[in-house]
């Protein structure tokens, strides 16, 4: 964990500027066993501080690696000459956002070291497990990966804080061969916030999943390619976070509204069937912690649940202070770096679509002819809305019923015509947080949904 | 922070020490420099000095590793002691090396002094020149940079490699409105040596904001139909870099699940194509020099008129499988030029897309990929009709590379690559 070597260096903020001081760590451990081979086993971790500086609206920044007290003064006079040579350059004059109050959050986990021996153990008897089990498989791996990060940050007025997201997850991927001789491949992540005892102190959760995961690969080697076209499908849990994260949430993210998304003229307007409402929750979900809970942000905003889309409507953007102050809206700790030299930006935290009064399986036996879409490898999404996911896993649905298995295939829609086809929505949120967003830096971030009917364009073959 | 050397010359201390017979290890000390723009304006300057290093332990036939960016005596210390926990907690793979002795060599390569000065002002007349020439196009976000680094890596066989280099980079993210219509985004991006061209010349940058002001009104195609996809020369990239690593790279050669394993020598692609790696050819700006297991870096050909001339194996996958090792990371990619200009592959198509980005899921391991053709036009008889929406394309990659139409002579060098147009037959393309 790291120690507050900062707090003495808030005198040395210059007057008339916005300053924020932070420290940060962030931590790697990673296994890799390829079909029982070890190719990678490393410990890593990587720290700094930085400072960021607003002068009415140009922002100068600046990092080291010397966490050091000698390194935080060498980061603040950079990041203040920064700003103030770029000022010169700069059309941009924006009076600085308003205080929103100041204080200090309080220090919300620890990040527990795991031995590397320990972690391979693991990976080597869920190996084990896997080639005893199933021996008819063409190849597995088995990844353990860890990514923590620890922030201590104080600010020139807002709030101060010590934050840690530990998380950790261990992958696992299977191919078996088709009948054609071409490998089909599947994977599943397990894990999720806090470290390694919190996850993998015990392995049944993994070995079921494992079960069921072998099960789909093999259904998946009997595969069929969709029929191309515009479908009705049942999207899963994962796939509606995909759909929450990619194809919304990106185009509410403010600084893409002010890039023009499609969100900017849709303010307030329908977006969505009445069956739709979207929500980026900060830290807490229906009374328990949130998959990544965040609790303040890189500028030192108190983390807020952001109301997104309301009943098909949408009433709201993530902001950072200097979009809220534009959009008249409230900034709610969505202003997040992922290392220690990446400035903060406007990141989703725990993006989700709200459940609502339907079971699974009567969303399945509504469906005469269609998909079932499970899993997804990737997904983007553009400014439009317009948005594609690569689809993994998925299953006919033919009568109600489920039919044969999918082969790898991919969708795409335009996010606000598709949510205006959600008629049906499970009663049941599952959420996924093993993944990382990319917008100029990476991020941790989780999403999650019910289970939703609605009509998609499925590209076949 | 002491010098790299002074720092290299503690750690080899420290690991004689700990008793570490077999190892390597690299330091870096690096400095980023760079101008951020958002929506049209300057916004942010950020300066980043980082330091990073890393080391891999040989014991008994295992390995481990351990990397940072501390590199006090302390955790130089630590790098040494995890790396040597972690070689010890893993089970013996005698495939894992190093390369033998090499001599020492110090490599410097582009820009170690920047005019800085006259950086800013090509980052100025850029955004000038689109706010004049292309005014329907928005400048979502630009970087600017010059990144300077400083690099040594050392192995257990006295192998001593120095690198001094520095390059600048620029990067743009962009769409287009009209007050009504708005295109969706596109990007793309060069690394330079040097500031004698106005940033709009360099590589396909004038290409994309020419594109995107022509995206603004967009159609749908009708159905579905099997037609030919011009790849623009960073889609060319994407998708031959897309066939090696599920052919030819170094997991599917070792699991045995690529469907090119017993094919070298043997014709995998049409003969138009040849793809090699070439990181001393004088186009690629920073080409690598030296390979991560300890051998000089050296060019070499994967397939040369369509012929399967070997896998990309590291020294740990040849060791693995009895087959040769390349002496090359395979980031310098040059596709050699065909013979057909592009204003002729473009005239002999009867019907297809050029393709200008493409959002897809990962091709799976049989090759099967499909995606979204973003950025992308609507091609009938030889001439661009107009620009589309909602276009999905489909296909295998390994009937790609065979039905290869043609080649185009005009290449495109970013810094990083040289590649051609290509234009391939048989894709599926479907609309709505």
């Not at chain 1, 298995?405 to 093993?434: I, P």
């Not at chain 2, 390995?63 to 040597?84: C, K, P, R, T």
């Not at chain 2, 070997?310 to 040769?324: C, D, E, F, I, V």
């Amino acid at each position: 964990m790291l120690q507050d070597i900062l707090s003495t260096k808030t005198s040395l903020f210059a007057d008339g500027v916005q300053t924020i001081l932070r420290g940060h760590e962030n931590r790697n451990r990673r296994v890799v066993l390829l079909k029982g081979n070890m190719v990678q086993n490393s410990r890593s971790a990587s720290n700094g501080i930085s400072a960021r500086v607003n002068k009415n609206g140009t922002y100068g920044f600046a990092s080291t690696a010397d966490y050091d007290a000698e390194g935080a003064e060498k980061v603040l006079k950079a990041a203040t000459e920064n700003a103030l040579f770029l000022s010169k350059h700069s059309n941009r004059n924006i009076e600085l956002p308003a205080s929103l109050g100041t204080g200090t959050v309080k220090l919300n986990a620890e990040i527990i070291d795991t031995e590397q021996k320990t972690i391979i153990e693991a990976c080597k008897t869920i190996d084990d497990y896997i080639v005893k089990k199933y021996p008819d498989l063409i190849s597995r791996t088995v990844v353990y990966t860890e990514d923590s990060q620890d922030r201590i940050i104080y600010t020139s007025d807002a709030f101060n804080g010590h934050l840690v997201t530990p998380r950790c997850y261990i992958y696992v991927m299977m191919s078996a061969e088709a009948k054609d001789g071409s490998p089909v491949e599947l994977f599943k992540a397990f894990g999720g916030f806090g470290s390694f005892n919190d996850n993998f102190g015990k392995l049944d959760e993994v070995y079921e999943g494992i079960d069921l995961l072998y099960k789909r690969v093999m259904d998946k080697k009997e595969g069929v390619y969709a029929e191309a076209g515009l479908k009705t499908v049942i999207l899963s849990p994962y796939m509606a976070g995909m759909l929450a994260h990619e194809a919304v949430g990106h185009t509410v993210e403010a600084d893409l509204v002010l890039g023009g998304s499609v969100a900017g003229p849709s303010l307030n307007k329908r977006v969505g069937s009445d069956l739709v409402s979207l929500v980026d929750f900060a830290n807490m979900y229906e009374g328990k912690m949130a998959p990544l809970p965040v609790y303040m942000d890189d500028e030192g905003i108190v983390a807020k649940d952001v109301d997104l889309i309301k009943d098909g409507i949408l009433v709201g953007y993530m902001n950072d202070r200097e979009t809220a102050k534009h959009f008249g809206m409230e900034p709610k700790g969505n202003a997040r770096g992922w290392g220690f030299a990446d400035e903060p930006i406007i990141r989703m935290r725990n993006t989700c679509v709200l459940p609502g009064k339907n079971t699974v399986e009567e969303l399945i036996s509504s469906v005469e002819d269609g998909y079932y879409l499970i899993d997804s490898g990737n997904g983007q999404a553009d400014l439009t809305g317009e948005f594609m996911f690569g689809v993994t896993c998925g299953y006919e649905i033919k009568n109600g019923k489920l039919g044969k298995a999918l082969l790898d295939t991919t969708v795409s829609g335009v996010a606000f015509e598709m949510l205006k086809t959600v008629d049906m929505v499970s009663d049941k949120v599952e959420w996924t947080s093993s993944g990382f967003c990319g917008k100029k830096q990476p991020m941790a971030v989780s999403m999650g949904g019910p289970h939703m009917r609605c009509k998609i364009m499925i590209g076949g073959r | 922070m002491a010098n790299i050397r002074d720092i290299a010359d503690s750690f080899d201390k420290i690991i004689k020490d700990k008793g570490i017979e077999k190892f390597k290890y690299t330091l870096t000390e690096s400095e980023k420099r760079e101008l951020n723009v958002e929506n049209g304006e300057f916004k942010l300057f950020r300066t980043v000095f980082s330091n990073s290093g890393s080391i891999k332990v040989f014991k008994d036939n295992k390995i481990g590793s351990a990397s940072g960016n501390d590199l006090s005596e302390e955790a130089l210390e630590s790098f040494a002691a995890d790396a040597l926990a972690a070689a010890e907690s893993s089970p013996e793979d005698p495939a894992h090396d190093i390369a033998p002795y090499v001599e020492p060599h110090v490599f410097k390569q582009g820009i170690l002094e920047p005019d800085i000065d006259k950086f800013l002002e090509r980052l100025k007349e850029f955004l000038a020149t689109v706010a004049k020439e292309y005014p329907l196009v928005k400048i979502i976000q630009s970087t600017g940079s010059y990144d300077r680094w400083n690099w040594l890596s050392r192995n257990s066989n006295g192998t001593e490699f120095e690198g001094f280099g520095g390059q600048y980079g620029f990067s743009i993210e962009i769409c287009a409105s009209d007050g009504t219509n708005t295109t969706g985004f596109d990007y793309t991006g060069i690394g330079t040596n040097d500031l004698d061209k106005p940033f709009i010349e360099l590589g396909t940058i004038r290409r994309h904001i020419v594109d995107i002001q022509n995206s603004l009104v967009t159609e749908n195609v009708e159905g579905k139909f099997e037609g030919t996809v011009i790849f623009t020369p960073e889609l060319t990239g994407e998708f031959i870099g897309g066939v090696l690593g599920n052919y030819c790279g170094e997991g599917v050669v070792i699991d045995g699940t690529s469907q090119w394993l017993d094919k070298v020598g043997e014709k995998v692609a049409d003969e138009k194509l040849t793809v090699r790696f070439d990181p001393y050819d004088e186009r690629i700006n920073m080409g690598e020099r030296a390979t991560a297991n300890g051998f000089l870096s050296e060019p070499y050909t994967v397939i040369e008129k369509g012929v399967l001339k070997t896998h990309q194996l590291s020294l740990y996958g040849a060791n693995k499988t009895g087959r040769p090792l390349v002496k090359n990371t395979g980031w310098d990619i040059i596709i050699e030029p065909g013979d057909t200009s592009y204003d002729d592959m473009l005239a002999s198509v009867k019907k297809g897309i050029i393709l200008g980005r493409f959002s897809g899921g990962s091709p799976g391991a049989n090759g099967e990929f499909s995606g979204v053709a973003k950025n992308s036009f609507l091609v009938e008889d030889g001439k661009v009709k107009c620009a589309l929406s909602e276009c999905m394309i489909s296909g295998n990659l390994g009937e790609v590379v065979k039905n290869i139409r043609s080649i185009s002579k005009e290449l495109i060098c970013d810094g990083g690559s040289v590649l051609p147009y290509m234009a391939v037959d048989g894709i599926v393309i479907s609309g709505k």
